[in-house]
């Protein structure tokens, strides 16, 4: 059998942290249902690469029980990658921003995006204007840094808590990437690479696909309370 892999050997303050935010989660869940999960607008980042090899759930093919076993040459990804920041809701895809190479994503950059996100929740989302935004995200130093979180505030945004050591219990990390970089085709051109994503659906993803994965989260916090805290598979 082959071992599990997990992100960090958790700590009990660790799991402490992951049952504290999972309760709370599912308290707001239990009392306001629906309305609660609408108000939710998660995003993250993460690289794609202008070269990604063909995994070998991608290379599968039929074969005769006879035939020789095929085989695969381990390859790695490319140099070229991008930095991409994508945020949603249960309806779809409402911002997907490219952060342009060699740039860093400090908090500057950070609020610059959320201001892209600002306009496209009003443009996308008018009915919002009257609620106010549950913003879920990581706690990686540009989220959490006090510009950041002041400009929230300003705004009327409430920042949701994500315990750390957890992509088991954030949204964009086991439900949107995978299936984000699973429907792009890499391209030698940055310019190619992003129009590939765009045209790939992305922006207008398939709202029943982001209902579920907040559904699945909801049954992920729940898993993670009956696991006292230890990491969530599915």
Same mark, same amino acid.
């Given at each position: 059998?082959?071992?599990?892999?997990?992100?960090?050997?958790?700590?009990?303050?660790?799991?402490?942290?992951?049952?504290?935010?999972?309760?709370?989660?599912?308290?707001?869940?239990?009392?306001?249902?629906?309305?609660?999960?609408?108000?939710?607008?998660?995003?993250?980042?993460?690289?794609?690469?202008? $070269?990604?090899?063909?995994?070998?759930?991608?290379?599968?093919?039929?074969?005769?029980?006879? *035939?020789?076993?095929?085989?695969?040459?381990?390859?790695?990804?490319?140099?070229?990658?991008?930095?991409?920041?994508?945020?949603?809701?249960?309806?779809?895809?409402?911002?997907?921003?490219? *952060?342009?190479?060699?740039?860093?994503?400090?908090?500057?950059?950070?609020?610059?995006?959320?201001?892209?996100?600002?306009?496209?929740?009003?443009?996308?989302?008018?009915?919002?204007?009257?609620?106010?935004?549950?913003?879920?995200?990581?706690?990686?130093?540009?989220?959490?840094?006090?510009?950041?979180?002041?400009?929230?505030?300003?705004?009327?945004?409430?920042?949701?808590?994500?315990?750390?050591?957890?992509?088991?219990?954030?949204?964009?990390?086991?439900?949107?990437?995978?299936?984000?970089?699973?429907?792009?085709?890499?391209?030698?051109?940055?310019?190619?690479?992003? *129009? $590939?994503?765009?045209?790939?659906?992305?922006?207008?993803?398939?709202?029943?696909?982001?209902?579920?994965?907040?559904?699945?989260?909801? $049954?992920?916090?729940?898993?993670?309370?009956?696991?006292?805290?230890?990491?969530?598979?599915?």
């Amino acid at each position: 059998m082959c071992s599990r892999w997990v992100p960090r050997q958790l700590t009990e303050d660790h799991k402490k942290n992951r049952m504290g935010a999972s309760f709370t989660h599912l308290l707001h869940f239990n009392d306001h249902g629906e309305d609660f999960l609408e108000q939710i607008i998660t995003g993250n980042e993460t690289w794609v690469h202008q $070269s990604c090899p063909e995994t070998k759930v991608q290379s599968m093919a039929w074969k005769h029980p006879g *035939s020789p076993t095929l085989k695969k040459f381990k390859t790695s990804t490319g140099p070229g990658k991008l930095m991409v920041t994508v945020f949603w809701d249960m309806r779809g895809v409402l911002l997907l921003h490219f *952060s342009p190479p060699n740039e860093t994503v400090n908090s500057g950059a950070y609020q610059a995006t959320l201001k892209k996100l600002k306009r496209a929740v009003q443009r996308k989302r008018p009915q919002m204007s009257d609620k106010r935004v549950l913003l879920l995200h990581d706690i990686a130093r540009p989220h959490t840094a006090h510009a950041t979180v002041n400009l929230s505030e300003q705004w009327g945004w409430e920042i949701f808590e994500h315990p750390t050591y957890s992509p088991d219990l954030a949204t964009s990390d086991f439900h949107l990437f995978p299936n984000m970089k699973n429907i792009f085709v890499p391209s030698d051109s940055n310019h190619m690479m992003m *129009s $590939s994503m765009r045209c790939k659906r992305m922006c207008g993803q398939d709202p029943t696909f982001c209902r579920q994965g907040f559904e699945k989260w909801i $049954s992920r916090l729940d898993k993670c309370l009956n696991r006292e805290g230890d990491y969530v598979e599915k």
